[in-house]
T-cell receptor, first 114, second 114 residues
Framework: AQSVTQLGSHVSVSEGALVLLRCNYS??????LFWYVQYPNQGLQLLLK??????LVKGINGFEAEFKKSETSFHLTKPSAHMSDAAEYFC????????????FGIGTKLQVIP | IAGITQAPTSQILAAGRRMTLRCTQDMRHNAMYWYRQDLGLGLRLIHYSNTAGTTGKGEVPDGYSVSRANTDDFPLTLASAVPSQTSVYFCASSDSIGGTDTQYFGPGTRLTVL
């Protein structure tokens, strides 16, 4: 069975500082990995995803993530935080399940301090 | 393009009452999903549908039912609501049930069962 662990339910960074949100996964098959973002009172929207090929994936709003198979990780980074990045971020994995289900992490709430 | 619409936006419901949450998509996606989002638990899949006319159970299906009479609509019914069903409910869709496909989420329905 597949699973996702997001380290840190709350992360605070100063505006302009590096954003690093951690995600580790478990899967018995090669995984497909996603990061979704949820702004207050909205549904989730895709930031980026890894399926196959290049392990460094670039997404919207300057975010990127690197798939590291040896570390079973897919951490999300952004070089310089902006106030508008304040949101909740969900890591997700799929590929290991009878109906190709997607398993979401519990989320990390990012606070950006001015 | 509206994407996915959900209704109602929020609802307070007495325990024991029947309630249907509506979900409509205009992207002609084959697959649709219902999730519930609870603090500390992330998103959990309730039911899904591969295509019109078929449905399947997710992680937490008890107390919920769905139907998929056509491509666009995927209503979720609580036959007899209980307080533990207080949650935020998200409908989502994707082009197929395949694990690589991006899921598109509606804005959510906040349900309180008293």
């Amino acid at each position: 069975a597949q699973s996702v662990t997001q380290l840190g339910s709350h992360v605070s960074v100063s505006e302009g500082a590096l954003v690093l949100l951690r995600c580790n996964y478990s899967s018995s098959v090669p995984p497909y990995l996603f990061w979704y973002v949820q702004y207050p009172n909205q549904g989730l929207q895709l930031l980026l995803k890894y399926t196959t090929g290049a392990t460094l994936v670039k997404g919207i709003n300057g975010f990127e993530a690197e798939f590291k198979k040896s570390e079973t990780s897919f951490h999300l980074t952004k070089p310089s935080a902006h106030m508008s990045d304040a949101a909740e971020y969900f890591c997700a994995v799929s590929g290991d399940g009878g109906y190709q289900k997607v398993t979401f992490g519990i989320g990390t709430k990012l606070q950006v301090i001015p | 393009i509206a994407g996915i619409t959900q209704a109602p936006t929020s609802q307070i419901l007495a325990a024991g009452r029947r309630m249907t949450l509506r979900c409509t998509q205009d992207m002609r996606h084959n697959a649709m999903y219902w999730y519930r989002q609870d603090l500390g638990l992330g998103l959990r899949l309730i039911h899904y549908s591969n295509t019109a006319g078929t449905t399947g159970k997710g992680e937490v299906p008890d107390g919920y039912s769905v139907s998929r009479a056509n491509t666009d609509d995927f209503p979720l019914t609580l036959a007899s609501a209980v307080p533990s069903q207080t949650s935020v409910y998200f409908c989502a869709s994707s082009d197929s049930i395949g694990g690589t496909d991006t899921q598109y989420f509606g804005p959510g329905t906040r349900l309180t069962v008293l």
